[in-house]
C-alpha cells in the first residue's frame, strides 16, 4: 500500500525534472536604484520562485528556478526593462532546480 504522502513527493520529484535553478549576477550601476523591486515587479508575469538581493561587492544576485523557457524569458525580461542601462555585466549558473522556493522575495 502506497500512502498519499509518498505519491506526493514522488509526483514532487518529477516535476523537478524539468524545473532548473539560474543564478545570475549582475553588475554595473545595479544598488540604490530600485533594481530588486524592479525585478519583483517583473516576476509577476511569469512562472518562477526564488529570490534577489544585494551583495556586498556591489553586485545583484538573482536566484530562480522554473522551467527552462521562462527563465530564460524572466533573465531577459529584467535585460530589456528600464533597468536594462544600468546593467553593465550579467553572470548566469546554471544547476539542477532543489524546490525549496516558494514564490518569490527580496532579501535585505
Known sequence: MVRAGNVRQRQK??????????SVFYSGRVQGVGFRYTVKRLVCGFDVS?????????????VIEGEKNELEA????????GLGPMIRGEE???????GEYRGFSIVR
Not at 520529484?13 to 539560474?22: E, G, P, V
Open 13 to 22: 520529484a518529477t516535476n523537478l525534472d524539468n524545473y532548473l535553478r539560474a
Open 50 to 62: 526564488g529570490f534577489v538581493e544585494n551583495l556586498s561587492n556591489g553586485q545583484v544576485k538573482l
Open 74 to 81: 524572466f533573465i531577459l525580461a529584467v535585460g530589456e526593462s
Open 92 to 98: 548566469v549558473f546554471w544547476s539542477d532546480a532543489t
